[in-house]
């Protein structure tokens, strides 16, 4: 899994380098992609006709029958691209620019024809351990999680019940839980850099999509700010807050209820309830 987003970051640095390119001699291309070159249609696009003039070669159908095959069969938007290309004029005419920059592009979507192969094989891989994960129950219908965030949560938790003996126990290894010292009357408190900084993110970017599905979580969010707090300690609030719930819901391999959750939250008395 962790591989697997490594590689999602090397596809988004090939995109991102290919964009740079492109505004230096085929800014067309961008217009042509709705300016994302992360697809493999920019990949495709790119192999197939990198430069205006490789493109404005081809005739009308030949370029329907490309743009069909990637799924654009929007009649307005194929008119559109058949437009633009038509009326596009070259931004550069040099030779000694233009050359470099398609070879350049041109192995860079070979490479992100590659990333993207792989990363789709990897989450094909994932998904299909997590349908078989014992305890996908706890973690498969959590607000926000989706299909991304739910393995990723899964993967920290584990399968073994004996591996956590409580939640702190598993804030504290996943560098969640703060670090908090104290030397004579004094007493500090600091962020902590000794952890898993794959599983920490993970924990992390579940904190940041659960505010906008959970209404607790959005609470508990802002109150955190309105004490002062910065928007990533905010967020670590949050995620600990969500660690001691998952942990309880791992235990006891059921999953998470929020209608069941608010209630026992408006039975504590908890503002959170009451900002719900």
Request: proline letters at 5%; glycine letters at 4%.
């Amino acid at each position: 899994m962790k591989v697997a987003v490594k590689l999602s970051i090397n596809a988004r640095a090939s995109s991102h380098e290919i964009k740079s390119q492109l505004k230096v001699y085929f800014p067309l291309a961008l217009h042509l992609l709705d300016e994302d070159s992360s697809t493999a249609l920019a990949a495709d696009l790119l192999l197939k006709y990198p430069s205006l003039q490789a493109l404005q070669t081809q005739k009308p159908h030949q370029l329907r029958k490309f743009f069909s095959a990637h799924n654009c069969r929007a009649e307005t938007k194929m008119l559109q691209r058949l437009e633009l290309i038509q009326q596009a004029k070259p931004l550069a005419q040099d030779s000694a620019v233009i050359e470099p920059s398609v070879f350049r592009v041109q192995m860079l979507a070979r490479q992100l024809k590659a990333l993207l192969n792989d990363i789709a094989g990897y989450d094909k891989q994932i998904a299909q351990l997590f349908a078989a994960h014992p305890n996908r129950i706890v973690f498969e219908n959590l607000p926000g999680a989706g299909p991304v965030l739910a393995p990723r949560l899964a993967s920290a938790f584990g399968c073994e019940p004996k591996r956590w003996h409580s939640a702190v126990e598993l804030a504290t290894f996943l560098g969640v839980a703060p670090v908090r010292r104290t030397s004579g009357k004094r007493r500090t408190t600091h962020f902590r850099q000794a952890c898993p900084k794959f599983l920490r993110q993970s924990f992390h970017e579940y904190a940041a999509c659960s505010i906008r599905y959970c209404p607790w979580s959005q609470a508990l969010y802002s109150n955190q700010r309105a004490k002062g707090k910065g928007h990533h300690a905010a967020l670590r609030s949050v995620a600990f807050k969500w660690i001691r719930i998952l942990f309880a819901c791992w235990k006891g391999h059921v999953s998470y209820d929020q209608k069941r959750y608010l209630h026992s939250l408006q039975n504590r008395g908890s503002y959170l309830a009451n900002a719900c």
